[in-house]
Nanobody, 125 residues
Framework: QVQLVESGGGLVQAGGSLRLSCEAS????????MGWFRQAPGKEREYVSA??????TTYYADSVKGRFTASRDNSKVYLQINSLKPEDTAVYYC????????????????????WGQGTQVTVSS
């Protein structure tokens, strides 16, 4: 199973931008569809975005539409985050979609695997 490594997080002021990256340790991402999730302190893991294996289709949670952009190349998946808000503060994780259970959706974390350790994004007001 693919093991993923996230990077690119940091401390940024509100209104700023970050570009998160996700790559597979020891190999390429292959054609897995990929998802981005985040978890803030004391809260459950939250779906943020997903991107198809081809990179041609992207999906976003309503809370981030217009500010977040997912993309990918042969070896990495990216999440461009603009107009950051304090409520975006969280640990951000990427994961590979490994199953397509009947009735599941892109925002279901149980459809994903290979979770990395995450990268911390902190937005100051």
């Amino acid at each position: 199973q693919v093991q993923l490594v996230e990077s690119g997080g940091g401390l940024v002021q509100a209104g700023g931008s970050l570009r998160l990256s996700c790559e597979a340790s020891g190999g390429a991402l292959s054609n897995h569809a990929m998802g981005w999730f985040r978890q803030a302190p004391g809260k459950e893991r939250e779906y943020v975005s997903a991107i198809s294996g081809s990179g041609l289709t992207t999906y976003y949670a309503d809370s981030v539409k217009g500010r977040f952009t997912a993309s990918r190349d042969n070896s990495k998946v990216y999440l461009q985050i603009n107009s950051l808000k304090p409520e975006d503060t969280a640990v951000y994780y990427c994961a590979a979609r490994i199953s397509y259970s009947y009735g599941s959706d892109w925002n279901d974390p149980y459809e994903y695997g290979g979770w990395g350790q995450g990268t911390q994004v902190t937005v100051s007001s």
